[in-house]
């Protein structure tokens, strides 16, 4: 995807998120890896969205959406006004509920397109350090959750600086592995868990969503 293009869907995400219904509140989007670092054209566009609590559920609109489209969980994990809008966006997780992080990835991005989206109750800085501990403890580096990222939208703001800055490449940070040493890893770990995960990328393709919870 070359860099234009990548940072029109980032805009494109923004919007949506800024102005129409969504499966769930969002409290964040970040951007992060190669089109944080300037890079063109951009392998894979990773998008990172802070999701918070749906509140206000509604069961008897759940039970409805149940009933006719066999899934569970609307009115509960994801908005019934949403998905009673949009029935041809609602995914489920392998149980047959409804799953926010594949609604999100469904109405925010096209199908065909490199993009990773992550999903997460936490903040994009939070999970850095949860997931480099969890990745480092159980030895699967490509797990790790690449630091180097800008925020774009927070509490209902999105930053036009901080786009224009990507749209220049302004941005710049050190290399995978030096943002890793600085955050506690021993350099020859941070190499090696650097090296593990630009493999890991290598073999990912399409569109591809994560949801986690901290």
Known sequence: MDRANALDRVEAILDAVDSEPLPV???????????ALGLDPVERLNVYVTKDLLLGGDSEAGAEFEATHGVKGIGQSVSAAWAEAYPDRVRTNGSGHAAPEKCLAAHLLPDD???HLEVCNASFEDNVRQRLKGAVARDAYEEILDPRGVCLYAEGQHSDSALKKLRGGELVFPTLSESLSMLGLDSEVA????ETLREYRATQSGRTVRGDVV
């Open 25 to 35: 509140p969002v409290r964040e989007v970040w951007v992060y890896g190669d089109v």
């Open 113 to 115: 397109e490199p993009i």
């Open 191 to 194: 190499d090696e868990a650097a």
